[in-house]
T-cell receptor, first 115, second 113 residues
């Protein structure tokens, strides 16, 4: 099936630890995105990438890092510098084109908690 | 980024049409209106989008006012599975191509039997 796979579904982080969230897509999309969602809130953009080996900061990039070595994969690392990492993390992908053409499709999310 | 305003919550009777309003009075001429919904603890699901014309697909209809300052999402025959948070979003073009979706608080829709 075509889609976006996020893993793991649940993740626990210890103080001072970096953790990496996986996002893989087989939709042949060029653009990929990471969002963070806090309880009862909407989504906020962390990072996005429109092509392999290129990515841009979103609205809340501090404490996060990404890489885009393959078209299919866009992992997100939550570093120890992110002081409040507990949240629901969502990955999305889309084609690259004019604003009316690039519908974003989302994965099922990873719920990160701090021990 | 253009902001949207939606009711915090609304109830709807099963089998009836659900009309979800959204105000986006600061929308620019080239910005699209997107609707997504999110069922509890899942990723958002795309519903429909439009620029200035009304749109319809298998899930819903989107009615955009002539001045583009507001829109209404219509779910023609609501079912219990339509219970979700519905987000109205004005899409902003980023860099050369691609769009940024800014999610507000959305409308929590409860479909009742």
């Amino acid at each position: 099936d075509g889609g976006i796979t996020q893993s793991p579904k649940y993740l626990f982080r210890k103080e001072g630890q970096n953790v990496t969230l996986s996002c893989e897509q087989n939709l042949n999309h060029d653009a990929m995105y990471w969002y963070r969602q806090d309880p009862g809130q909407g989504l906020r953009l962390i990072y996005y990438s429109q092509i392999v080996n290129d990515f841009q900061k979103g609205d809340i990039a501090e404490g996060y890092s990404v890489s885009r070595e393959k078209k299919e994969s866009f992992p997100l690392t939550v570093t120890s510098a992110q002081k409040n990492p507990t949240a629901f993390y969502l990955c999305a992908s889309s084609i690259v084109g004019l604003a009316g053409k690039n519908i974003q499709y989302f994965g099922a999310g990873t719920r990160l908690s701090v021990l | 980024d253009a902001k949207t305003t939606q009711p915090t919550s609304m109830d709807c009777a099963e089998g009836r049409a659900a009309n979800l309003p959204c105000n986006h009075s600061t929308i620019s001429g080239n910005e699209y209106v997107y609707w997504y919904r999110q069922i509890h603890s899942q990723g958002p699901q795309y519903i429909i989008h439009g620029l200035k014309n009304n749109e319809t697909n298998e899930m819903a209809s989107l009615i955009i006012t002539e001045d583009r300052k507001s829109s209404t999402l219509i779910l023609p025959h609501a079912t219990l599975r339509d219970t979700a948070v519905y987000y109205c979003i004005v899409s902003t073009q980023i860099k050369a191509a691609g769009n940024k979706l800014t999610f507000g608080g959305g409308t929590r829709v409860l479909v009742k039997p």
